[in-house]
């Protein structure tokens, strides 16, 4: 475990202007799939960002998260989020965001839920950032409407 712990620190260990130049990079790339959510709906922007080989758990089970994305109907509900904090490796390769995310009926102040969302991403050979892992918890579920 000490092993694990020291590897990880060493994997984000880097210059700070390297460090704050890797780590914009990633919050653009959070910041740029928010958008496209907010453009052109949940769906689009989870296919456009999502990497080959992501998964995500949907029904208990893990699966690809490109193929549930594009199993999953389109949606009219607002998906909004913001990063908060991100850190990325030395290498520029990898990094990751968190921050609140924000379900609403459009139209309506009404939240369908809130909570906190972590998105671990990775560049790609292109030099696009694409997530591998994002999921989110909602530790204060909102009352039924």
């Known amino acids: 475990m000490q092993r694990f712990i020291l590897s990880a620190l060493l994997l984000f ?14 919050i653009r790339a959070e910041r740029n799939f928010a958008a496209h959510a907010l453009e052109h709906g ?10 080959s080989s992501a998964v995500s758990m949907e029904g208990g089970e893990y699966g690809n998260a490109l193929a549930q994305w594009r199993a999953r109907p389109d949606s009219k509900v607002l998906l909004q989020w913001g ?39 990775l560049r790609n050979s292109r030099g696009e950032w694409k997530y591998l892992i994002d999921f989110g918890i909602q530790p204060n579920p909102l009352p039924p409407h």
């Open 42 to 51: 949940a769906k689009s922007a989870f296919l456009a960002y999502t990497d």
């Open 83 to 121: 990063p908060q904090f991100a850190a990325a490796s030395a290498d520029g390769i990898t990094g990751f965001t968190t921050g609140p995310y924000y379900m609403q009926i459009p139209g309506t102040d009404t939240l369908l839920a809130t909570g906190q969302y972590t998105t671990f991403w």
């Open 13 to 26: 260990t880097t210059t700070p202007k390297t460090a704050a130049q890797n780590a914009a990079a990633v």
